[in-house]
């Protein structure tokens, strides 16, 4: 059965959502079930959340400091609650069975955006590995899922923060732009009260060709699957206040 359209406002002088976000998605899939409650953090126009809604009435919430950004994801996804806070500094009763996130990761080292927004969005100082993988163990019921992506490249430190801080990782997976490139991201599910060994599932490649210019059959189907189309607004054009 095909899936339906997913239609997203997103800030055309901010961050949009990219294909890592729909690559994580069709990883976690496997993962979530019906009425689950599912946390997405740092959830930008709300794209994973809105997805698991619509694929698996999941109980969303999600959470977004810009307060921009968090209009938009509440405009995207309406039967949902929508948080705008630092996830670092918000406090809840409640705890998920899924927390599901795309969250910033690239070094202060990084040429950083002229677009605040965009440094936010994407630099790990607005969410430090640490503090985020210790926060997610506070909201996250003892058995839940802590299913993220990251930077390949900061994977060392990945698996050591989640085993440091309790977390065991237990499934991952690689994704590379071509089959001779090395891998630009890494997915990950893990959880607390786990003792599983790590599975490394096969690695997804996004492209073939050397020029890089089609899109690889696995990823033409995750597109395909996704069903996503973006209707870009300025920030100055969203009145907060109404």
């Known amino acids: 059965m095909a899936s339906s359209l997913v239609r997203l406002y997103q800030l055309s002088d ?15 899939k496997p993962f979530l ?10 959830c930008g126009s709300g794209i994973l959340g809105k997805l698991a809604k619509r694929d698996f009435d999941i109980t969303l919430t999600m959470i977004e400091r810009d307060e921009y950004m968090t209009f938009l994801a509440q405009k995207n996804v309406l039967d949902s609650q929508v948080i705008c806070r630092d996830f670092l500094e918000w406090e809840s009763e409640e705890r998920f069975d899924v ?12 040429v950083p955006s002229k677009n605040t927004r965009v440094n936010h969005a994407r630099n790990e100082s607005s969410l430090p590995i640490r503090d985020f993988f210790y ?7 003892p058995n839940g899922s802590f299913i993220f992506c990251y930077d390949a490249k900061e994977a060392h ?6 085993k440091n801080i309790g ?10 732009p071509r089959i001779e490139k090395e891998a630009t991201l890494v997915m990950i599910k893990a959880r607390i009260q786990s003792k599983s ?19 690889s059959p696995e990823v033409q189907a995750i597109y395909a699957e996704c069903q996503t189309y973006s209707l870009k607004v300025h920030s100055s054009d969203i009145d907060l206040e109404r």
């Open 14 to 28: 901010g961050y949009c959502y990219n294909s890592d976000s729909l690559f994580l998605y069709n990883f976690a």
């Open 33 to 42: 079930r019906k009425n689950q409650s599912l946390l997405d953090v740092g």
């Open 99 to 110: 927390l599901l996130s795309n969250p910033p990761f690239y070094r202060c080292e990084i």
């Open 135 to 141: 926060k997610a163990k506070r909201v996250l019921k």
């Open 157 to 162: 430190r990945v698996f050591y923060e989640l």
């Open 167 to 176: 977390f065991n990782a237990e499934i991952a997976r690689f994704v590379h």
């Open 197 to 215: 060994s790590l599975k490394i599932l096969p690695p997804l490649f996004t492209h073939i060709g050397k020029n890089q210019m089609q899109n």
